[in-house]
């Protein structure tokens, strides 16, 4: 590297997947990777290399400008299917207004026509290929040097000897050929902000950039994103527990060095090859491995701290001190620990809560008021408490009182009926929560693709088996049903909470078939021409129709935990806790399940499948209904532990609570370096909010960029931080 022959540059930890990848984790990425290059190499990474990625969220611009990235580079965005992107050099503006100098590498093949738009990152130094990529260059009017990405990178085989002497030749000047120069990207890219600063001409480009090729990573290899985003909840959550056990005082330190360790690991399995699912079968024996370690490990850290936490309240008796892991006070039901047998709990004021017996052989109650980033605890009563049955059931149609679901006689739903509303969401005729099949048979990268004629042919799964009210308590009803399909068995238990909104699909598929990509499709009475998608830090529309050559090549799409279609006044949000492929189009929502691709592994998702999806109907939008909130209590529920021990500690306590519902407080954990917390949250309705984030945590505030970097002191009084979110902003604080 002394001798100017290699470029450590790069960015992130690895080559990370962007649209699977958590928020968090894309911070990590770049915290991770960038600290790994300057204490290697000593230096500072500028640029966001990602040559070889599927696509790219909204929310990078922001994440990173504040890592200390000025400059971003691909070339897979010119492997679209339909529609060429209009700019090869362009400043890329994220959801919150964040603008990153962006260039795509337009290097064609040797031979290649160049009425094909196609470049490739295994670029070869010949003439051929460099007149290609001139010509192929589309900022012809603000820039007149292109960036050539050689040798053969994919294969990891680097440039050639003839290529090298290519290079030497053509540096002397052909003519008709561009002169080539060889250069770091680095210089290539300030040389390029240098040239076309306040360039009018210099184009934007607002929003994600979709790719258009390679949709069915969001999908393939189930088992492995549904670890992963259980190991994203996993490492937040011990984190936040040793912070809140180590400022009450019950640990010395934060198992900072572990708990690295275990992040390095989730996210070198981000990698833009191992968690789209395109791997071969021997990367996930691997990672069954590897995500085992960071569950157990990162559970076990949490549960130290909560168990320390718990032994310390001062309730004396037995009790279960519920933990909320986040920013907001929230209620929910927990699943007790093995081993307490209780017929009720109760509250502080002395109030019965219903403990109801699950057909699993647990329990479930409701704990409600828990406080944001805190505890509460609940008493075990003695008393012989009863309760009503929460729900109604008259012969396949059931009411908790909030909706009323009916079932046909396959066990799909008939009528979703909001009785406060007075609204019927399936369309007449129609039925919800139908798994559908396709046929799913790529021209070439089976685990990649998903082609848009696999709605070609399609089928319903009705074979069902079985269908019973498996539970009908206090807290919850159970609808139980099992279905069978050509060698596979789908069981789901259709579950409606006491006086809830929020149906919950608790599904396992033992899955045998290949070429089959599976659906849980729920057509829905909401016209909407745009559906609101949840993403990291914010969310994004898109269209629900085929308007134009845009929208047609989204028939498939990535979001997170969340999507919903809302007209004014009403709509539904679909939820998740593990899965990415959507598909919102002509008044239908559907989720995608498995893949089941034979290339390049060939046992690909044929085993045993459990995830849970939701539906959530609601008055007025998502914002107004707080999805956002009831996808985040799916995905992180409420905590129980079980302690016989009484100390000094109050028996309710909030550590950190955002003030506004549209401020995500999404992050609490010790400092990098050891010394004091960091905070870090985002505005997530797109509103200008001046908030307040209240901190039983002593120190003085610094707001931070996302490396934990100190920009400025921080407004911090009396326990309480005061801030100015922009729409869609991250902030970032540290208390020392």
């Known amino acids: 590297m002394a ?63 504040k890592c200390g990235i000025d400059y971003f580079m691909t070339t897979k ?27 795509l590498v337009t290097t064609l093949g040797v031979g290649q026509s160049e009425n094909d738009f196609f470049t490739t990152y295994n670029g070869i130094l010949h003439p051929d290929a460099l007149i290609g990529g001139w010509h192929r260059y589309q900022q012809k009017d603000i820039n007149n040097d292109i960036l050539i990405s050689y040798g053969y990178g994919d294969g990891g085989g680097g440039p050639t000897r003839a290529m090298l002497e290519t290079s030497t030749r053509m540096e002397k000047g052909i003519e008709g050929l ?10 290539y890219f300030d040389e390029l902000a240098e040239r076309v600063k306040d360039n009018r001409r210099l184009p934007t480009w607002e929003g994600e950039l979709y790719f258009e090729y390679h949709r069915g990573t969001y999908t393939s290899i189930a088992k492995n994103k549904r670890k ?10 011990a984190e936040s ?12 330190s934060c198992p900072n060095d572990t708990l690295r360790r275990l992040w390095t690991k989730t996210l070198t399995n981000q990698f833009h090859d191992i968690i789209p699912g395109s791997s071969i079968k021997e990367v996930y024996d691997d990672t069954d491995v590897i995500y085992k370690e960071i569950l157990d490990t990162a559970h076990g850290i949490a549960d130290e701290a909560l168990q320390a936490i718990a032994d310390a309240t001062a309730a004396a008796g037995r009790k279960v001190v519920v933990f909320n892991s986040l920013g907001y006070t929230r209620s929910g039901f927990v699943t007790l620990p093995a081993g307490l047998d209780a017929a009720a709990l109760r509250t502080g004021d002395g109030s019965a809560v219903a403990v109801q017996k699950t057909a699993d052989g647990g329990a479930i109650f409701y704990a409600e008021n828990v406080p944001a980033m805190g505890y509460a605890t609940f008493t075990v009563s003695d008393a012989d408490e ?32 909001d009785i406060e509303n007075d609204r019927e969401l399936v369309p007449e005729g129609k039925r919800a929560n139908v798994i559908e099949t396709y046929e799913d048979i790529p021209h070439q990268f089976d685990a990649w693709d998903l082609n ?95 308007s134009n050559s845009w929208d047609f090549a989204k028939f498939e799409t990535c979001a997170h935990k969340w999507a919903d279609v809302s007209e004014d006044g009403y709509g539904m949000s679909m939820m998740n806790d593990c899965k990415y492929g959507h598909d919102v189009h002509d008044g239908v929502m559907r989720l995608s399940l498995l893949k089941s691709a034979t290339f390049p592994n060939v046992d690909a998702d044929r085993e045993v499948h459990n995830f849970t999806y939701s539906i959530y109907p609601h008055a007025e939008g998502w914002k107004q209904a707080n999805t956002h909130r009831v996808a985040y209590d799916l995905n992180t529920p409420l905590t129980g532990v079980v302690t016989d021990k ?57 707001e931070t960029d996302l490396l934990e970097r100190a920009i400025a002191p921080a407004a911090y009084a009396d326990g309480v931080l005061s801030t100015v979110f922009k729409p869609y902003e991250i902030k970032t604080f540290l208390i020392k």
């Open 646 to 702: 009484a100390g000094a500690l109050a028996s309710a306590a909030s550590f950190a609570a955002a003030e506004y519902g549209n401020i995500v407080l999404d992050v609490l954990k010790p400092a990098e370096d050891g010394a004091g917390v960091v905070i870090r949250a985002y505005e997530i309705h797109g509103r200008r909010t001046h908030a307040k984030i209240a901190l039983s945590l002593e120190g003085e505030a610094f």
């Open 178 to 187: 561009p002169k080539v120069r060889q250069a770091f990207a680095r210089t």
């Open 452 to 546: 848009r004629y696999y709605r070609e042919h399609r089928w319903e799964v009705d074979d069902l088996v079985s269908f019973e009210l498996a539970e009908n308590g206090a807290n919850r009803a159970v609808v139980r049903l099992c279905y069978r399909y050509l060698s596979s068995t789908i069981r789901q238990d259709v579950v409606l909470y006491k006086m809830s909104r929020r149906v919950d699909f608790v599904t396992e598929i033992d899955w045998k078939e290949t070429h089959i990509h599976v659906k849980a499709a729920f057509p829905v009475d909401i016209f909407a021409e745009k559906a609101s998608f949840d993403i990291q830090f914010g969310n994004v529309e898109r269209p629900t129709h085929c």
């Open 77 to 103: 965005l010119a492997w679209n299917q339909f529609n060429k992107m209009p700019y090869d050099t362009f400043k890329w503006r994220g959801i919150d207004g964040t603008e990153i100098l962006t260039h």
């Open 3 to 65: 001798e100017g022959r290699w470029e450590p540059e790069g960015g992130m930890w690895v080559e990370a997947d962007c649209n699977l990848t958590s928020g968090e984790s894309l911070v990590r990425q770049f915290l991770y990777g960038k600290r790994f290059f300057k204490e290697e190499f000593g230096v500072d990474n500028r640029i966001l290399w990602l040559p070889d990625v599927f696509g790219y969220s909204g929310a990078l611009p922001q994440i990173m400008a």
């Open 228 to 237: 992963n985003r259980k190991s994203e909840y996993a490492l937040m959550r």
């Open 241 to 252: 527990a040793s912070v809140m056990a180590k400022a009450l005082g019950l640990k010395d």
């Open 386 to 417: 009863r309760f009503a049955p929460c729900a109604k059931m008259e012969g396949r149609t059931i009411t908790n009182g909030v909706l009323t679901l009916t079932f046909d006689e396959k066990g799909h739903l008939s009528s979703i009926f």
